[in-house]
Protein backbone atom coordinates (compact mmCIF):
# COMPACT_ATOMS: atom_id res chain seq x y z
CA UNK A 1 0.00 0.00 0.00
CA UNK A 2 3.02 2.39 -1.28
CA UNK A 3 0.68 5.82 -1.95
CA UNK A 4 0.27 8.90 0.25
CA UNK A 5 -2.17 9.21 2.58
CA UNK A 6 -4.30 11.89 3.97
CA UNK A 7 -6.28 11.69 6.84
CA UNK A 8 -9.92 12.69 4.94
CA UNK A 9 -9.34 9.33 3.18
CA UNK A 10 -8.94 7.62 7.02
CA UNK A 11 -11.23 6.83 9.66
CA UNK A 12 -11.02 6.86 13.34
CA UNK A 13 -11.99 4.28 15.76
CA UNK A 14 -14.36 5.15 18.43
CA UNK A 15 -11.86 3.60 21.05
CA UNK A 16 -9.51 5.98 20.24
CA UNK A 17 -11.74 8.94 22.01
CA UNK A 18 -13.40 6.91 24.37
CA UNK A 19 -17.36 6.12 24.84
CA UNK A 20 -17.75 9.70 24.09
CA UNK A 21 -21.31 11.14 22.74
CA UNK A 22 -21.41 10.33 18.86
CA UNK A 23 -21.95 13.70 17.73
CA UNK A 24 -19.13 14.95 19.38
CA UNK A 25 -17.13 12.32 18.16
CA UNK A 26 -18.15 13.26 14.87
CA UNK A 27 -17.21 16.70 15.59
CA UNK A 28 -13.82 16.24 17.10
CA UNK A 29 -12.71 13.98 14.35
CA UNK A 30 -13.88 16.48 11.56
CA UNK A 31 -11.86 19.00 13.14
CA UNK A 32 -9.00 16.75 13.06
CA UNK A 33 -9.26 16.66 9.36
CA UNK A 34 -10.35 12.50 9.49
CA UNK A 35 -13.02 11.68 6.95
CA UNK A 36 -14.79 9.11 8.96
CA UNK A 37 -15.34 7.41 12.03
CA UNK A 38 -16.18 4.08 13.32
CA UNK A 39 -19.35 3.92 16.31
CA UNK A 40 -19.98 1.52 18.74
CA UNK A 41 -23.71 0.33 19.07
CA UNK A 42 -23.53 -2.77 20.51
CA UNK A 43 -20.89 -3.19 24.01
CA UNK A 44 -18.28 -5.67 23.46
CA UNK A 45 -17.20 -5.75 27.35
CA UNK A 46 -19.66 -6.49 30.25
CA UNK A 47 -20.08 -2.74 31.02
CA UNK A 48 -23.80 -1.07 29.05
CA UNK A 49 -23.01 1.75 26.74
CA UNK A 50 -22.87 4.80 28.04
CA UNK A 51 -24.35 6.59 24.98
CA UNK A 52 -27.18 4.35 22.89
CA UNK A 53 -28.05 5.01 19.67
CA UNK A 54 -29.85 1.73 18.33
CA UNK A 55 -33.97 2.54 19.51
CA UNK A 56 -32.78 6.25 19.52
CA UNK A 57 -34.47 7.99 16.84
CA UNK A 58 -33.32 11.62 18.32
CA UNK A 59 -29.98 10.33 18.45
CA UNK A 60 -30.13 8.98 15.36
CA UNK A 61 -31.06 12.21 13.37
CA UNK A 62 -28.57 14.14 16.04
CA UNK A 63 -25.45 11.85 14.43
CA UNK A 64 -27.11 12.37 10.84
CA UNK A 65 -26.89 16.00 11.46
CA UNK A 66 -23.82 16.06 12.36
CA UNK A 67 -22.22 13.98 9.47
CA UNK A 68 -23.80 16.05 6.89
CA UNK A 69 -22.95 19.07 8.54
CA UNK A 70 -19.21 18.34 8.82
CA UNK A 71 -19.09 16.28 5.20
CA UNK A 72 -17.87 13.03 7.61
CA UNK A 73 -19.21 9.58 7.06
CA UNK A 74 -19.67 7.10 9.84
CA UNK A 75 -17.24 3.67 8.12
CA UNK A 76 -17.95 1.30 10.68
CA UNK A 77 -20.10 -0.59 13.28
CA UNK A 78 -19.08 -2.73 15.87
CA UNK A 79 -19.22 -5.03 18.06
CA UNK A 80 -20.73 -8.21 17.81
CA UNK A 81 -19.97 -10.83 19.39
CA UNK A 82 -19.53 -14.52 18.02
CA UNK A 83 -20.60 -16.38 21.75
CA UNK A 84 -23.12 -18.84 23.19
CA UNK A 85 -24.81 -15.67 24.67
CA UNK A 86 -25.88 -13.71 21.54
CA UNK A 87 -28.91 -13.04 21.19
CA UNK A 88 -29.38 -12.87 17.11
CA UNK A 89 -32.25 -10.73 17.19
CA UNK A 90 -30.55 -8.18 18.74
CA UNK A 91 -27.90 -7.91 15.82
CA UNK A 92 -30.66 -6.86 13.31
CA UNK A 93 -31.91 -3.68 14.88
CA UNK A 94 -28.02 -2.54 15.29
CA UNK A 95 -27.55 -3.24 11.43
CA UNK A 96 -30.29 -1.55 10.56
CA UNK A 97 -29.30 1.59 12.20
CA UNK A 98 -25.41 1.14 11.04
CA UNK A 99 -27.41 0.69 7.61
CA UNK A 100 -29.41 3.95 8.01
CA UNK A 101 -26.04 6.51 9.02
CA UNK A 102 -24.17 5.34 6.09
CA UNK A 103 -21.80 2.80 7.58
CA UNK A 104 -20.20 -0.10 4.83
CA UNK A 105 -18.55 -2.85 7.16
CA UNK A 106 -19.55 -4.25 10.94
CA UNK A 107 -17.15 -5.41 12.90
CA UNK A 108 -17.50 -9.38 14.80
CA UNK A 109 -14.90 -10.61 18.01
CA UNK A 110 -15.17 -14.23 19.08
CA UNK A 111 -15.92 -14.96 22.99
CA UNK A 112 -13.37 -13.26 25.64
CA UNK A 113 -11.42 -16.08 27.25
CA UNK A 114 -10.51 -14.35 30.63
CA UNK A 115 -12.96 -15.44 32.76
CA UNK A 116 -15.35 -17.59 30.67
CA UNK A 117 -15.72 -21.00 30.44
CA UNK A 118 -18.70 -21.38 27.56
CA UNK A 119 -17.40 -21.34 23.92
CA UNK A 120 -19.15 -22.22 20.75
CA UNK A 121 -18.24 -25.12 19.26
CA UNK A 122 -16.33 -24.42 15.56
CA UNK A 123 -19.31 -25.24 13.57
CA UNK A 124 -21.69 -23.40 15.74
CA UNK A 125 -19.33 -20.33 14.95
CA UNK A 126 -19.28 -20.99 11.45
CA UNK A 127 -23.18 -21.03 11.35
CA UNK A 128 -23.87 -17.88 13.66
CA UNK A 129 -20.92 -16.31 11.22
CA UNK A 130 -22.69 -17.04 8.27
CA UNK A 131 -26.08 -16.16 9.42
CA UNK A 132 -24.51 -12.63 10.36
CA UNK A 133 -23.05 -12.02 7.04
CA UNK A 134 -26.06 -13.05 5.56
CA UNK A 135 -28.35 -10.81 7.61
CA UNK A 136 -25.34 -7.84 6.97
CA UNK A 137 -26.00 -8.59 3.14
CA UNK A 138 -29.54 -7.44 3.39
CA UNK A 139 -28.13 -3.61 4.29
CA UNK A 140 -24.90 -4.13 2.17
CA UNK A 141 -22.89 -4.25 5.08
CA UNK A 142 -19.34 -5.95 5.18
CA UNK A 143 -18.40 -8.10 8.36
CA UNK A 144 -15.19 -7.61 9.02
CA UNK A 145 -13.53 -10.31 12.06
CA UNK A 146 -10.80 -8.92 14.65
CA UNK A 147 -8.57 -11.39 16.28
CA UNK A 148 -7.19 -10.79 19.42
CA UNK A 149 -5.35 -13.24 21.53
CA UNK A 150 -7.78 -12.91 24.59
CA UNK A 151 -10.38 -14.04 22.69
CA UNK A 152 -11.15 -17.52 20.86
CA UNK A 153 -10.69 -15.97 17.52
CA UNK A 154 -7.07 -15.45 18.48
CA UNK A 155 -4.99 -15.22 15.29
CA UNK A 156 -4.98 -14.16 12.10
CA UNK A 157 -4.83 -17.90 10.73
CA UNK A 158 -8.10 -18.45 13.18
CA UNK A 159 -9.92 -15.81 11.60
CA UNK A 160 -9.35 -16.25 7.90
CA UNK A 161 -10.42 -20.28 8.83
CA UNK A 162 -13.70 -18.93 9.86
CA UNK A 163 -13.95 -16.76 6.74
CA UNK A 164 -13.10 -19.00 4.46
CA UNK A 165 -15.60 -21.80 5.83
CA UNK A 166 -18.28 -19.59 6.09
CA UNK A 167 -17.69 -18.95 2.37
CA UNK A 168 -19.42 -15.63 2.50
CA UNK A 169 -18.55 -12.94 0.02
CA UNK A 170 -19.00 -10.30 2.11
CA UNK A 171 -16.56 -10.84 4.95
CA UNK A 172 -13.14 -10.46 5.63
CA UNK A 173 -10.40 -10.11 8.27
CA UNK A 174 -9.75 -6.73 9.97
CA UNK A 175 -6.34 -6.59 10.53
CA UNK A 176 -5.44 -4.53 13.92
CA UNK A 177 -1.61 -4.09 13.84
CA UNK A 178 -1.42 -4.74 17.84
CA UNK A 179 -3.32 -8.06 17.98
CA UNK A 180 -1.36 -9.14 14.97
CA UNK A 181 2.01 -7.80 16.67
CA UNK A 182 0.72 -9.65 19.93
CA UNK A 183 0.37 -12.80 17.99
CA UNK A 184 3.45 -12.88 16.79
CA UNK A 185 2.00 -11.93 12.58
CA UNK A 186 4.22 -10.24 10.34
CA UNK A 187 4.26 -8.21 7.24
CA UNK A 188 4.60 -10.87 5.02
CA UNK A 189 2.26 -12.81 6.83
CA UNK A 190 -0.42 -10.03 6.32
CA UNK A 191 1.24 -9.85 2.38
CA UNK A 192 0.10 -13.33 1.74
CA UNK A 193 -3.59 -13.09 2.67
CA UNK A 194 -6.14 -12.26 -0.79
CA UNK A 195 -6.74 -8.98 -0.90
CA UNK A 196 -10.46 -9.78 -1.06
CA UNK A 197 -10.35 -11.41 2.22
CA UNK A 198 -8.69 -8.12 4.37
CA UNK A 199 -11.76 -6.13 5.46
CA UNK A 200 -9.88 -3.27 6.76
CA UNK A 201 -6.99 -2.02 9.00
CA UNK A 202 -6.54 -0.55 12.26
CA UNK A 203 -3.47 0.58 13.13
CA UNK A 204 -2.23 2.14 16.62
CA UNK A 205 1.45 1.26 17.88
CA UNK A 206 3.08 -0.60 21.25
CA UNK A 207 5.74 -1.08 23.06
CA UNK A 208 7.94 -4.27 22.25
CA UNK A 209 7.30 -6.21 25.28
CA UNK A 210 3.88 -8.05 25.30
CA UNK A 211 1.68 -7.87 28.61
CA UNK A 212 0.98 -11.54 29.83
CA UNK A 213 -2.57 -12.55 28.31
CA UNK A 214 -4.60 -11.50 31.43
CA UNK A 215 -3.55 -7.84 30.94
CA UNK A 216 -3.65 -7.49 26.72
CA UNK A 217 -7.42 -6.23 27.06
CA UNK A 218 -6.01 -3.24 29.33
CA UNK A 219 -3.76 -2.54 27.00
CA UNK A 220 -5.86 -2.76 23.95
CA UNK A 221 -8.42 -0.86 25.12
CA UNK A 222 -6.17 1.61 27.21
CA UNK A 223 -3.07 1.79 26.55
CA UNK A 224 -1.53 1.72 22.82
CA UNK A 225 0.60 4.23 21.45
CA UNK A 226 0.89 6.52 18.62
CA UNK A 227 1.76 5.97 14.94
CA UNK A 228 5.76 5.21 14.91
CA UNK A 229 6.56 5.77 18.58
CA UNK A 230 6.53 2.15 19.45
CA UNK A 231 8.27 -0.92 18.04
CA UNK A 232 5.87 -2.15 15.39
CA UNK A 233 7.20 -2.36 12.32
CA UNK A 234 4.41 -0.40 10.83
CA UNK A 235 5.66 1.16 7.31
CA UNK A 236 6.42 -2.26 6.92
CA UNK A 237 2.77 -3.34 7.67
CA UNK A 238 1.16 -0.79 6.07
CA UNK A 239 3.06 -1.48 2.76
CA UNK A 240 1.75 -5.06 2.91
CA UNK A 241 -1.74 -3.88 2.48
CA UNK A 242 -3.57 -4.21 -0.04
CA UNK A 243 -3.61 -0.60 -1.82
CA UNK A 244 -7.87 0.36 -1.73
CA UNK A 245 -7.63 -1.26 2.22
CA UNK A 246 -9.54 1.26 4.23
CA UNK A 247 -7.52 2.26 7.05
CA UNK A 248 -8.66 3.32 10.97
CA UNK A 249 -6.22 4.77 13.78
CA UNK A 250 -7.07 3.06 17.05
CA UNK A 251 -5.10 4.50 19.45
CA UNK A 252 -6.47 4.82 22.89
CA UNK A 253 -3.01 6.57 25.09
CA UNK A 254 -3.30 5.59 28.62
CA UNK A 255 -1.59 9.05 29.41
CA UNK A 256 -4.23 11.01 27.45
CA UNK A 257 -7.33 9.51 29.06
CA UNK A 258 -8.79 12.15 31.16
CA UNK A 259 -8.32 14.70 28.23
CA UNK A 260 -11.39 16.38 26.08
CA UNK A 261 -12.07 14.27 23.31
CA UNK A 262 -11.29 17.28 21.02
CA UNK A 263 -7.70 17.18 22.70
CA UNK A 264 -7.38 13.52 22.49
CA UNK A 265 -8.53 13.37 18.65
CA UNK A 266 -6.27 16.37 17.80
CA UNK A 267 -3.20 14.53 19.00
CA UNK A 268 -4.18 11.27 17.21
CA UNK A 269 -4.41 13.23 13.96
CA UNK A 270 -1.39 15.43 14.31
CA UNK A 271 1.05 11.82 15.14
CA UNK A 272 -1.07 9.82 12.45
CA UNK A 273 -0.68 13.27 10.45
CA UNK A 274 3.19 12.77 10.37
CA UNK A 275 3.55 9.09 10.46
CA UNK A 276 2.48 9.01 6.73
CA UNK A 277 4.17 12.23 5.84
CA UNK A 278 7.24 10.00 6.97
CA UNK A 279 5.82 7.08 5.14
CA UNK A 280 5.21 9.01 2.28
CA UNK A 281 8.66 10.12 1.89
CA UNK A 282 10.12 6.59 2.42
Not at 120 to 129: A, G, K, S, V
Not at 194 to 205: E, F, V
Request: net charge negative.
Amino acid sequence: MKNEVTLDRVSVANLTAGRVDPVEFIESAASGGFGAVGLLLMSATAHPLQHEVVGRPEVVRKVKSALKSHNMRIFDVEAFILSPASDFEKFRPALEVGAELGATHISSIGTEVIGNSAYLEPTQRIDLFGRLCDEAARFGLHVGVEFMLYRDIATWKDALDLVEAAGRSNAGLIIDTLHLYRAGGTPQDVAGISANRIAYAQLSDAIQISPELKDLPTEARGSRLHLGTGSMPLHELVDALPKATQLVIETPIAAEANWSTIRRIQSVAGSSRRFFERHAAR
